[in-house]
């Protein structure tokens, strides 16, 4: 069963800190990722999508990427009260064309003001 | 330009009845997921449709059905509703070019009684 795996927290940080959510998966063929947001009761909703090794930063959000250590991450910077929230990882899992996104249970992430 | 829409917001069954969720995609997307959330559980790959053909299923049984039309909006139908098929079902979108990137709709709550 290929996967993926969250810490399913929650993780609690001061406002203003950096939080650090992080995903692991099991299918080295993977080529994209993804972190969504999920607000208790809403849908989910995308934060940035990755697929080279490396960083990519979109304001205060980076995702680091690891394709040899499988890991994929996402750093909130100057976290906010509103980032209060579910972050879902995904990544693509199965055969080219036929890949569907799978997705980790996810990460609670408190924000204390 | 509208995002994906689901219908109805919340749906009430009764055992052994049959249930029918509908979702349209954005404009311009063809391909619709759907996805099951039930209660502390993370999202669980369903269906996936695209050209009005079904290119992936995930491990459910056959009671979950769906399908996509000429115009790319889909229908999900669950047949001999279970108390566990309470859930929250998500529908999402992707074009053909923008990778394995999907968008969610608002979802569909269903609630077996």
């Known amino acids: 069963q290929k996967e993926v795996e969250q810490n399913s927290g929650p993780l609690s940080v001061p406002e203003g800190a950096i939080a650090s959510l992080n995903c692991t998966y099991s299918d080295r063929g993977s080529q994209s990722f993804f972190w969504y947001r999920q607000y208790s009761g809403k849908s989910p909703e995308l934060i940035m999508s990755?697929?080279?090794?490396g960083d990519k930063e979109d304001g205060r959000f980076t995702a680091q990427l690891n394709k040899a250590s499988q890991y994929v991450s996402l750093l909130i910077r100057d976290s906010q009260p509103s980032d209060s929230a579910t972050y879902l990882c995904a990544v693509n899992i199965g055969n080219s064309g036929y890949s569907t996104l799978t997705f980790g249970k996810g990460t609670m992430l408190l924000v204390s003001p | 330009e509208a995002g994906v829409t689901q219908s109805p917001t919340h749906l009430i069954k009764t055992r052994g009845q049959q249930a029918t969720l509908r979702c349209s995609p954005i404009?311009?997307?063809?391909?619709v997921y759907w996805y099951q959330q039930a209660l502390g559980l993370g999202l669980q790959f369903l269906l996936w449709?695209?050209?009005?053909?079904?290119?992936n299923r995930g491990n459910f049984p056959p009671r979950f059905s769906g399908r996509q039309f000429p115009n790319y909006s889909s229908e999900l139908n669950v047949n001999a509703l279970e108390l566990e098929d309470s859930a929250l079902y998500l529908c999402a979108s992707s074009s053909r070019f923008s990778g394995n990137t999907i968008y969610f709709g608002e979802g569909s709550w269903l609630t077996v009684v």
């Open positions: 449709y695209d050209e009005g053909e079904e290119r």
């Open positions: 990755i697929y080279s090794n």
């Open positions: 404009s311009g997307h063809t391909s």
